[in-house]
């Protein structure tokens, strides 16, 4: 027997040997977690903004939480005091009650880097100011 004569059609008008059964894939509702979603997690801050010539600007900085979009602003409001060459900037999240200067801000030293400029000189420019 060849492989025509192996393969008998039910119908002998039918081309199609057998039809595929055809099964819909089932759809399982998965709720969208915040923990595999980051854009979830984001939440909107509106940073307010008072530069030297009187003007009230507002921002919206996206965040997860509060003092990450505290350092975000505290870096726009930098970088917006590069661009505009003035240090006389104010900024405050909304809702808060006081204001940040842009040029008032000092940087926080942690403990092990105050102990080794205790001991040794880690700034160049007073290394080459005592070189001179």
């Known amino acids: 027997m060849n ?3 192996k393969k008998a059609r ?3 008008l039918s ?3 057998s039809l595929p059964t055809f099964r819909e894939p089932q759809k399982t509702f998965k709720p969208a977690s915040t923990l595999e979603d980051p854009d979830c997690r984001l939440q909107t801050f509106r940073i307010e903004v008072k530069t030297s010539d009187a003007k009230s600007l507002h921002y919206p900085i996206r965040s997860t939480n509060k003092m990450e979009a505290r350092s975000q602003a505290a ?3 930098s970088d917006m005091a590069f661009a505009f060459q003035d240090e006389r900037i104010a ?3 909304a809702g808060e009650q006081n204001w940040t200067f842009q040029g008032a801000v000092k940087e926080k030293k942690s403990l092990w880097r105050k102990i080794a400029e205790y001991f040794f000189i880690l700034d160049e420019e007073v290394q080459i100011d005592q070189a001179k």
Do not use: A, D, Y
């Open 10 to 12: 039910p119908n002998h």
């Open 91 to 93: 900024w405050r999240l």
């Open 3 to 5: 492989n025509i004569q």
């Open 75 to 77: 870096k726009f409001v």
């Open 15 to 17: 081309l199609v040997e």
